[in-house]
Nanobody
Framework: QVQLGESGGGLVQAGGSLRLSCAASARTFSRYTMGWFRQAPGKEREFAAAISWSSGNTLYADSVKGRFTISRDNAKNTVYLQMNSLKPEDTAVYYC????????????????WGQGTQVTVSS
């Protein structure tokens, strides 16, 4: 069982930056691929980024590539999402998730989820 808790969301102007953090409870954290998803009002949850257990592989949605960076610190059981050049269309609830699968990009592949943190980008 993995418990996840996100933090770092908030209100930011377009062009600004935020860093989200997700702390995990599991001692086996380093065995999981970690992902960030987001869900805007009235829309389906969508993939943003994922990172393998060793940090050797990262995946990004085209919509965030070049602006967002995912990283992890296995010693701290924490995964991060650095978000730069934010746009109003990035406004959503951001969720972190964990999966034992490699290169997982759909929500159904993830077994554990956090409660989410709101990110609002004003124009």
């Amino acid at each position: 069982q993995v418990q996840l808790g996100e933090s770092g969301g908030g209100l930011v102007q377009a062009g600004g930056s935020l860093r989200l953090s997700c702390a995990a409870s599991a001692r086996t954290f380093s065995r999981y691929t970690m992902g960030w998803f987001r869900q805007a009002p009235g829309k389906e949850r969508e993939f943003a980024a994922a990172i393998s257990w060793s940090s050797g592989n990262t995946l990004y949605a085209d919509s965030v590539k070049g602006r967002f960076t995912i990283s992890r610190d296995n010693a701290k059981n924490t995964v991060y999402l650095q978000m730069n050049s934010l746009k109003p269309e990035d406004t959503a609830v951001y969720y972190c998730a964990a999966t034992p699968s490699f290169a997982a990009v759909v929500p159904q592949e993830y077994s554990f989820w956090g409660q989410g943190t709101q990110v609002t980008v004003s124009s």
